[in-house]
């Protein structure tokens, strides 16, 4: 059996040091069926003689793991593009899904400020280092409530949402639904769940991670930093903190 990664376990300044007042949601919706085979067979299908729906059904499962690993040990990745995985993401900040959009091979659609109006009060995401101290989660959230009540004065003197949305924070809660193919989704892991990452993107790559890695274990067996796989990629800017290694390929 393939050990799992801990994927709470972040050391003294990962996810779980804080927590914002409304605690992420992170489902995966959906994803490729039998991703691994499906992968395999992409990349089988360049040297079999058959098509890749006879592939499908007649490879062995021995055979899978054995072309999974000359993919992932080789660095020719373009097969790990037929698989791909969708998250719905609920109670996370807007300053988040600025970080993440940033992964441009990727599908992302996200409530909208400009068609949705507020007529409460909404949820603010609190940094850790703002939560554990009172007066600055005073200043916080004393700026929160400032700009959206001026939002709902603009909205009450007739200022269309797509225009009044310019005074709210990036500490706005928020909600999006992404989708990634494998190769994408193992580069974001790489980044974002370094620890260096900024806390609240690494706490939703792991999370990500934590949902996919069940669905194919040989694939993301060592996905996550760079240093689960070898040295730190971060050079001179490392945290000095490692996570453990991940199993070798069989």
Known sequence: MLA?????????????TGRSPRDMDVRLLSHTPEPERAVAVAARLCYAPVGAAELMDAMEAEAVTRILKTIMTSGHLSALEHASYTFAIDGVSRALTHQLVRHRLASYNQQSQRYVSYAEEPSFIVPPEVEGDERRRQVFLGACDDAFRSYRELIEAGVAAEDARY???????TKIVVTMNVREL???FELRCCKRAQWEIRELALRMLGLAEPTAPYIFMDAG?????GPCREGKMTCGDPYPKAPKRD
């Open 4 to 16: 799992s990664f801990s994927y709470r376990t972040a050391g003294p300044h990962g996810p779980g």
């Open 167 to 173: 005074l709210l924070p990036n500490a706005m809660e």
């Open 186 to 188: 193992l580069h974001f």
């Open 225 to 229: 930093a760079s240093c689960r796989r």
